[in-house]
C-alpha cells in the first residue's frame, strides 16, 4: 500500500498505466477518501467540543444539531465530488467510445484524491498547532496583516492541491479508457467544474452558519 501511494504521488502516470491493468480494488482508492474525512470531521470536531465546553452557545444549539448541520455536511463535501467526477466522467467517456468500466473509473478517480486527503492532514496538524499556540499560553495580540498572510497561504496551498488532483483525474481518466492526454483533460472540464459549483457555495453556506452561530 505504501509503495503504491509512494508510486501515485512521484510517478502518477506509470502508476495509473500499471493500475488501469491489474484486477480492480476499490478498497485502497476508498481507504484514501474514508481517512481524509475522518481527518476532516476530527478537525471540525475539536473547535466545536472547544467552544461549548468555554462559552454559552449551546443554551440555544444542542451538540447534535450543531454537528449535524456543521460536520457532517463538510464531510460530505468529498462524497459529492468523488460522485461527479466519477460519474461524469464514465458517461462522458462512454459518450466518446471510452473502454473503462464505472467500477474501474471510480477506483481510478478515487486515487485521484490523495492530494485532497493531504491537503486535509496537512490542515489539521498545522491548526492543532495554532490551537495549542493561542490557548496553551498567552497569544500575540490580534494582527490582521498576520491573518491575510496566513489566509492568502492557505489559498495558495489549495489551488496547488486542486489542480495537481485535476491532473491526477485527466490521468485516471486517460488510462481508464485508452484516451489520449488531451482528450482525457477535455473529459474532466464538465465533471470538475460541477463539482466546483456545487461545493464552493454549499462550504460558503456553511461558514456563514459557523460564523452566525458562534457570533464570528
Not at 23 to 43: A, Q, S, W
Not at 54 to 70: K, P
Not at 148 to 171: D, K, R, S, T
Request: net charge neutral.
Amino acid at each position: 500500500m505504501l509503495a503504491n501511494l509512494i508510486e501515485l504521488v512521484v510517478h502518477p502516470d506509470a502508476f495509473f498505466e500499471r493500475i488501469s491493468k491489474e484486477e480492480i480494488n476499490l478498497i485502497p482508492p476508498l481507504l484514501i477518501v474514508g481517512t481524509g474525512i475522518l481527518l476532516l470531521i476530527i478537525g471540525k470536531t475539536i473547535p466545536v467540543v472547544w467552544i461549548s465546553l468555554n462559552s454559552s452557545f449551546l443554551q440555544n444549539h444542542s451538540f447534535a444539531e450543531i454537528f449535524g448541520s456543521l460536520i457532517l455536511c463538510h464531510a460530505l463535501s468529498p462524497i459529492v465530488v468523488l460522485g461527479i467526477i466519477s460519474l461524469g466522467t464514465f458517461v462522458i467517456s462512454r459518450g466518446l467510445n471510452g473502454k473503462g468500466s464505472l467500477t474501474a473509473n471510480i477506483q481510478n478517480i478515487g486515487y485521484g484524491m490523495i492530494p485532497w486527503t493531504f491537503y486535509i492532514l496537512g490542515s489539521l496538524v498545522f491548526s492543532s498547532i495554532i490551537f495549542l499556540v493561542f490557548h496553551a499560553w498567552p497569544g500575540p495580540p490580534n494582527s490582521p496583516e498576520a491573518a491575510m498572510v496566513l489566509f492568502w497561504i492557505a489559498a495558495l496551498i489549495g489551488l496547488v492541491v486542486f489542480f495537481w488532483e485535476w491532473y491526477l483525474w485527466i490521468l485516471a481518466v486517460r488510462h481508464t479508457h485508452a484516451f489520449t492526454i488531451r482528450k482525457a483533460a477535455a473529459v474532466t472540464i464538465v465533471p470538475v467544474a460541477m463539482g466546483i459549483w456545487l461545493t464552493i457555495p454549499v462550504q460558503a453556506w456553511l461558514d456563514t452558519i459557523w460564523m452566525v452561530i458562534f457570533g464570528i
